[in-house]
């Protein structure tokens, strides 16, 4: 496995939730920050022990020392630096979503296929042994064939509307910031149970309750795949939801109660398997932090450039699925409309 010199681009929580968790990598080590601002990167390289503070995005990308890049701006500007880092030769693992629609994700995509960079979207508990147990199951026919997917990842966060989450500039709102995820495991889910990595809906109906910013606070989906397979979706950032993922075969049911976050500091997991009437409980063990898993799994899968656990076709495909949620939900974002 290959061993990987990082730079953070963007000095947010998730940012250092990721530079905590990298000091638990197999293969990572954390090098360098850049931020906006001097002040922002030397307050995030003293928490971190970081003598390679830079001002500027593109100082983090100019420093030799630096291989692979994690992107962990606002969504509006993943498309934006994800290309840059391409160009400047690094590594890219870019936080969810991808960017903000499809269109910008395929110029994302032909950058770093041009510039033969890897690149992976950041949805961590793809990485996950978790992960890794359910698809095992689903293959395996565990609960017979699969008929419903019940999918959630909903909180509630306090009305703002200078808050990035309600900002329309910021790309604002609960599909992209983390309906993304229920999209993404419906997707994966229903593929492998057609025997494929993943599966676009063929249809596809969504609805939401939208702030004032025009960016959704609440919102529903319904998505039908090839072999009859139904999902059901939800997100919020204004309604607290169980953000449990459910399962529903021919022969029983799959109930994983912590999908998204799966022992985010290292630990053990569970999935509870029904098989007609008997239900089991599948303990899953990951010594290491959900990031650091993350950050391994992108080591390992340099030299393909992309990672099975989130391709670029299943990230394509999840855009476009969201696009298609943002559209029946009236959900679009100021740079997205043409300019007069």
């Not at 530079?19 to 990572?28: E, V």
């Not at 360098?32 to 390289?45: C, E, L, M, N, Y």
């Not at 993943?78 to 160009?87: C, P």
């Not at 030769?89 to 510039?115: F, Q, S, W, Y």
């Amino acid at each position: 496995m290959n061993s990987l010199s990082w730079g953070i681009l963007g000095t947010g929580r998730i940012a250092g939730l990721f530079a905590k968790h990298l000091r638990h990598s197999k293969t990572g080590k954390l090098v360098a920050v850049g931020s906006r601002s001097q002040t922002s990167a030397d307050r995030f390289g003293a928490e971190f022990n970081l003598a390679r503070r830079h001002a500027s995005y593109q100082a983090l990308l100019d420093d030799p020392t630096v291989q692979a890049v994690y992107i962990s701006t606002p969504h509006p500007l993943h498309a934006e630096w994800a290309v840059k880092a391409a160009k400047a030769g690094k590594h890219i693992l870019c936080e969810k979503p991808l960017t903000l629609n499809h269109p910008d994700a395929v110029t994302v995509i032909d950058a770093a296929r041009r510039h033969n960079v890897f690149l992976m979207e950041a949805f961590m508990y793809r990485c996950h042994p978790q992960t890794a147990k359910l698809v095992e199951l689903i293959r395996q026919k565990a609960i017979g064939e699969v008929r419903l997917i019940q999918a959630s990842f909903g909180f509630h966060r306090e009305f703002d509307p200078n808050q990035r989450l309600l900002s329309n500039e910021l790309g604002g709102g609960g599909i992209l910031d983390v309906g993304c995820y229920p999209v993404s495991m419906s997707r994966l889910i229903a593929g492998v149970a057609l025997g494929e990595p993943f599966a676009n809906p063929v249809e596809f109906h969504g609805c939401g309750h939208l702030a004032t910013t025009g960016v959704d606070l609440w919102a529903v989906a319904s998505a039908k795949f090839r072999g009859e397979i139904l999902a059901t979706l939800a997100t919020s950032i204004h309604v607290v939801q169980d953000n449990t993922l459910r399962i529903y075969g021919s022969e029983g049911s799959i109930i994983v109660p912590t999908p998204w976050q799966p022992a985010m500091d290292g630990g053990s997991t569970t999935i509870v398997v029904d098989r007609k009437g008997s239900p089991r409980e599948i303990v899953i063990d990951a010594p290491q932090p959900l990031y650091a898993i993350e950050a391994d799994n992108v080591a390992a899968h340099i030299e393909q450039r992309q990672s099975p656990a989130m391709s670029w076709d299943d990230s394509l495909g999840n855009m476009q699925t969201l696009d298609r949620w943002r559209a029946a939900a009236g959900v679009v974002y100021h740079s997205e409309k043409p300019r007069k």
